[in-house]
T-cell receptor
Framework: AQSVTQPDIHITVSEGASLELRCNYS??????LFWYVQSPGQGLQLLLK??????LVQGIKGFEAEFKRSQSSFNLRKPSVHWSDAAEYFC??????????FGTGTSLTVIP | DAMVIQNPRYQVTQFGKPVTLSCSQT?????MYWYQQKSSQAPKLLFH???????NEADTPDNFQSRRPNTSFCFLDIRSPGLGDAAMYLC?????????????FGDGTRLSIL
């Protein structure tokens, strides 16, 4: 069965530090991969997506993610975190047809 | 700006009293979704419409219904809310119902049950 795993429930980083949020998926073929961000009390906003081609994709707000087929991963990165990046981050996988799965999310806290 | 709008942002209802949440979109997307999200959890898909075709998830309780009178509007009806239905309800749209389609979300309606 297809699944999405975000191993880190909660991460705390200092403002200005680099960030990496992990996402692993289980799917037989190359899935469609997405990262969404949810600020408190708001809906989800698409940060970036990967379908094919260059495995390093750039998104909004200075985020990027790298698809690694050998590791079944699609980790989200940002070189320098801002206080406004504190939010919940969801990895999501489109597994063909209309199958779409969210991970359980990683909550990011940014300390001054 | 084209967007997905949910009303109201906050809704309080009484145990067992029917409630309707609304969603409208200006994106002219074919697909509209309703998700339930409880605290610190991922959104859980309740159902979606592809145009006028209704698709219910297997584990969505019968207590939850939906209507889509036209392309722009979609409603979530909870016939007899229980305490366990208190949650954030998110509406989303996508151009098509394929899994490669990004979804565009509204800001949600937070439902409280007294």
């Amino acid at each position: 069965a297809q699944s999405v795993t975000q191993p880190d429930i909660h991460i705390t980083v200092s403002e200005g530090a680099s960030l990496e949020l992990r996402c692993n998926y289980s799917y037989g073929a190359t899935p469609y991969l997405f990262w969404y961000v949810q600020s408190p009390g708001q809906g989800l906003q698409l940060l970036l997506k990967y379908f094919s081609g260059d495995t390093l994709v750039q998104g909004i707000k200075g985020f990027e993610a790298e698809f690694k087929r050998s590791q079944s991963s699609f980790n989200l990165r940002k070189p320098s975190v801002h206080w406004s990046d504190a939010a919940e981050y969801f990895c999501a996988v489109g597994a063909g047809g209309n199958q779409f799965y969210f991970g359980t999310g990683t909550s990011l806290t940014v300390i001054p | 700006d084209a967007m997905v709008i949910q009303n109201p942002r906050y809704q309080v209802t009484q145990f067992g009293k029917p409630v309707t949440l609304s969603c409208s979109q200006t994106l002219n997307h074919n697909v509209m979704y309703w998700y339930q999200q409880k605290s610190s959890q991922a959104p859980k898909l309740l159902f979606h419409y592809y145009d006028k075709d209704f698709n219910n998830e297997a584990d969505t309780p019968d207590n939850f219904q939906s209507r889509r009178p036209n392309t722009s509007f979609c409603f979530l009806d909870i016939r007899s809310p229980g305490l366990g239905d208190a949650a954030m309800y998110l509406c989303a749209t996508s151009r098509e119902q394929y899994s490669n389609q990004p979804q565009h979300f509204g800001d949600g309606t937070r439902l409280s049950i007294l």
